[in-house]
Nanobody, 127 residues
Framework: QVRLVESGGGLVQAGGSLRLSCLAS????????MAWFRQAPGKEREFVST????????DYADSVKGRFTISRDNARNTVFLQMNTLKPEDTAVYHC????????????????????WGQGTQVTVSS
């Protein structure tokens, strides 16, 4: 069992940056695949990025490639999402998610594969 708590959201102007953090409580954080998803008002939850336990396997949604960077610090039980060159369309609630073990590439972006979720942190990008 793992509990996830996100932080770092806020209001920022277009072109600005934010760094989200997700602190995991519980054991064996280093064995979990971690991911970020987001959900904008009136839209379905969408995949943003994922990172394997070792950090070797990293994937991004096309919409954030080159602007967002995911990373993790297993000693601190924390996963990060550095978001640069933010756009108004990045406005959403950002959720951290965890899956125990590895995920094959074809399913890493599927929300249904992640058993554990945080409550989310709001990111608002003004134009």
């Amino acid at each position: 069992q793992v509990r996830l708590v996100e932080s770092g959201g806020g209001l920022v102007q277009a072109g600005g940056s934010l760094r989200l953090s997700c602190l995991a409580s519980g054991r064996d954080f280093e064995t979990y695949t971690m991911a970020w998803f987001r959900q904008a008002p009136g839209k379905e939850r969408e995949f943003v990025s994922t990172i394997s336990w070792s950090g070797v396997h990293i994937d991004y949604a096309d919409s954030v490639k080159g602007r967002f960077t995911i990373s993790r610090d297993n000693a601190r039980n924390t996963v990060f999402l550095q978001m640069n060159t933010l756009k108004p369309e990045d406005t959403a609630v950002y959720h951290c998610a965890a899956h125990r073990g590895l995920l094959v590439a074809d399913v890493r972006a599927m929300a249904s594969k992640y058993a554990y979720w945080g409550q989310g942190t709001q990111v608002t990008v003004s134009s």
